[in-house]
DNA sequence: AATCCTGTATCAAACGATTGTTACATTTGG
DNA sequence: CCAAATGTAACAATCGTTTGATACAGGATT
């Protein structure tokens, strides 16, 4: 797989190379990544503090020596998230020049992470709904910011004018966040279904004819 | 009485339907409107009994006058709005003989009534996470039903080989599910929307030329 | 070597708040 | 005056969180 300079492509690395610079314990490590796995399969409401230190091991109040608050807890995993995913994804995409290419690297990336059954992450990116108000904004500007990615993607692709590069973002950015809901193991594989989301979404600009164009790669 | 050909295009309607048969009180009504609208909001398990209560201006126990339990309530509700929203869309596609058509009249009518701020129904129809799981299971055999209108629309669709059918209504369907999660008002419409869609999705076959092609034969 | 000290990690238990729910009393309208 | 509708008040359960005690590690002191 890709391992570029820093390398990290999942939160379990992310963690790992979090303790290994001694910035986590292993502790914390794993409620991190037992908290994220409960949050992404049942939501925020539905997750309570006992049923993490259950999964690892612990009394619910003895988590609160790793964290400060369930809230924090939830934010803080949902940042990294969004910093693995971002990360990942941007070095997939670097090398490719072609528009659709990068498109398809980007969509067949972030389908990988949020269908990987180990890197359990993402999925919450959808869970804004049972989270408390205060903390939904924080979390709507940080995704907001991971989704430039797209929003710099989509203007360089030579799409139909009849399709309206908006809503095409933000029905693009829909699919690829919620596909993880029907998602089961040992149907298509992330990169198939990447590929066919592409497909569909695939509609170039139609050539005028006696316009000479170089076409790029295919 | 519901008639299939004439006219419930709420969940609202629905409602008010009822209350003329004599099966819902006043109330009832009120009750189910407002647990729906805090239900699309904020998802099953960051609702509660009390806070519908206080949406219709009576305690959280009197609610129990009215509902058996929060569970019933919720899954009577998601029942509704599936029965609403199968009947409303079936009447937009009838009359409709063009694949594409009918496909763009599903999909139009799917997201009127998802969007509509009045209708306030069918958002909880992604909020399987943070039910209990008992329920979940009776929600999802009552969506799968639901989406076999798509199930048997898109086998028709003259469509291009290279899109695997299967995932292709998945995504259509997935799309159709979380536009709610970002529109907002004033913006473009749910019509303008839905014909975005399906113009991404619509990818024709493609005719061999001197192949005489008449219309499908089944 | 035995003792003390300090800090981390964990548990046990409880806090007050909130949850879904119920039993009973009270109001209200016909 | 009765029945339906609503309030009052509590139930046990669970929630997030805090407190205080306990266990255990290693380092420093005696």
Chains 1, 2 share one sequence.
Request: proline share 5%; with cysteine; charged share 25%.
């Amino acid at each position: 797989m890709k391992d570029a300079g820093g390398g990290v492509s999942t939160l379990r690395d992310s963690l790992a190379a979090a303790m290994a610079g001694g910035e986590l314990s292993e502790r914390h490590c794993e409620i991190l990544e037992a908290a994220a796995g409960l949050f992404a399969e049942r939501g925020y409401a539905a997750t309570s503090v006992r049923d993490i230190g259950e999964k690892v091991g612990l009394l619910g109040g003895s988590l609160y020596h790793y964290i400060k608050s369930k809230e924090a807890l939830f934010v803080r995993i949902h940042d990294m998230a969004l910093q693995v995913a971002g990360d990942r994804i941007a070095t997939a995409m670097a090398g490719k020049t072609d528009p659709w290419e990068r498109l398809e690297a980007a969509c067949v990336t972030m389908l990988e992470i949020q269908l990987d059954p180990h890197s359990l992450t993402m999925p919450l990116m959808n869970d804004f709904a049972s989270a408390p108000p205060e903390i939904r904004e924080r979390l709507v500007a940080k995704r907001d910011a991971f989704e430039a990615i797209f929003r710099e993607l989509i203007p360089g692709l030579p799409l139909d004018p009849a399709l309206d590069r908006g809503v095409y973002r933000l029905l693009l950015l829909t699919l690829l966040n919620n596909v993880s809901s029907w998602y089961r193991q040992g149907g298509m594989s992330p990169e198939d279904i990447g590929r066919q989301i592409v497909r569909i979404f695939r509609h170039d600009v139609k050539e005028k004819e006696g316009v000479e164009r170089v076409s790029p790669a295919r």
